[in-house]
């Protein structure tokens, strides 16, 4: 069963860089799935920021390409997250999730359980 | 980028009744790749449906899916309590992008 935790800082200031890491076990990071950042804002929906194969490569939801940085560790088994230049509107829930491909279907099938990150002084 | 729209924002049924949840593409979505998923409070979103109307592993059979193009559909056919929760749909489109509907909130009346 694979498994999947973020982790990092519950806080980061107006400007700052919002880091996080998504540990995966369970299953290997170098399987031929891409491994995905969802974020939820309080009380809102959910907003897909991009996603990293362990080749390297990467697709970026396009308002946040010009902030976000995906990156892969494979001999940690794990992938994370650089959002820059963060304001107030980045406070989220942060998930990490693996997509699948179910029957030519591409699907987030694991999910973390998802970190709170604020934005504030 | 394709926009998903649900309906109705919050739907407000009993246990026992049938739930019809509505998802609108601004363009034609292929169905392979629209999806269906679960939110509890507190709860990260679970897999429901993908490729429109095939059932995730584990999911009980009173959960369909079904439409096509830009029209979708989540059947709930006799609500559980535990079934009371938030619906997103979901689709994946090119360049890969993912897109999520803003969800439909199913309460208990």
């Known amino acids: 069963q694979v498994q999947l935790q973020e982790s990092g800082p519950g806080l980061v200031k107006p400007s700052g860089t919002l880091s996080l890491t998504c540990a995966v076990s369970?299953?290997?990071?170098?399987?031929?799935?891409?491994w995905s950042w969802v974020r939820q804002p309080p009380g809102k929906g959910l907003e897909w920021i991009g996603e990293?194969?362990?080749?390297?490569?990467?697709n970026y939801k396009l308002s946040l390409s010009g902030r976000v940085t995906i990156s892969v560790d494979k001999s940690k088994n794990q992938f994370s997250l650089n959002l820059y230049s963060v304001t107030a509107a980045d406070t989220a829930v942060y998930y990490c999730?693996?997509?699948?491909?179910?029957?030519?279907?591409?699907?987030?099938?694991?999910w973390g359980q998802g970190t709170l990150v604020s934005v504030s002084s | 980028e394709i926009v998903l729209t649900q309906s109705p924002g919050t739907l407000s049924l009993s246990p026992g009744e049938r739930a019809t949840l509505s998802c609108r593409a601004s363009?034609?979505?292929?169905?392979?790749?629209l999806a269906w998923y679960q939110q509890k409070p507190g709860q990260a979103p679970r897999l429901l449906i993908y490729?429109?109307?095939s059932r995730a592993t584990g999911i009980p059979d009173r959960f369909s899916g079904s439409g096509s193009g830009t029209d979708f559909t989540l059947t709930i056919s006799r609500l559980e309590p535990e079934d009371f929760a938030v619906y997103y749909c979901?689709?994946?489109?090119?360049?890969?992008?993912?897109?999520f509907g803003q969800g439909t909130k199913l309460e208990i009346k």
């Open positions: 363009q034609s979505v292929s169905s392979s790749y």
């Open positions: 999730a693996r997509a699948g491909w179910y029957s030519s279907s591409p699907v987030f099938d694991y």
């Open positions: 490729g429109a109307s």
């Open positions: 990293i194969h362990h080749s390297g490569s990467t």
């Open positions: 979901q689709q994946y489109g090119s360049p890969p992008v993912y897109t």
């Open positions: 369970g299953g290997s990071i170098s399987s031929d799935k891409w």
